[in-house]
């Protein structure tokens, strides 16, 4: 989903994507980290970066609107 989602905003004429980087989904718990699946984050940087874009990333806790109630508004 990613690789055409990034293909779609680079032909629109975007050149950055923003994302947060939610510590909820890979700190499952103290010290046990998941970078699997849906949270790939090195897959989502090479994506971002095979398409010639920059990525920034908002690591941390803290997440604004996006994320309620730790789930997140994504469709499956």
């Not at 779609?8 to 046990?32: C, M, R, W």
């Not at 984050?41 to 990525?55: D, E, N, R, T």
């Not at 920034?56 to 499956?76: D, K, M, Q, Y």
Request: aromatic share 18%.
């Amino acid at each position: 989903m990613w690789s055409g989602l990034v293909k779609t905003a680079k032909e629109g004429g975007i050149d950055v994507i923003e994302t947060y980087v939610f510590q909820n989904g890979h700190e499952l718990s103290p010290s046990n980290y998941y970078f699997g699946g849906w949270y790939d984050l090195l897959k989502f940087v090479k994506i971002v970066q095979q398409a010639g874009m920059y990525l920034i990333l908002h690591i941390g806790p803290f997440v604004a609107t996006e994320w309620n109630f730790g789930i997140t508004c994504r469709s499956s």
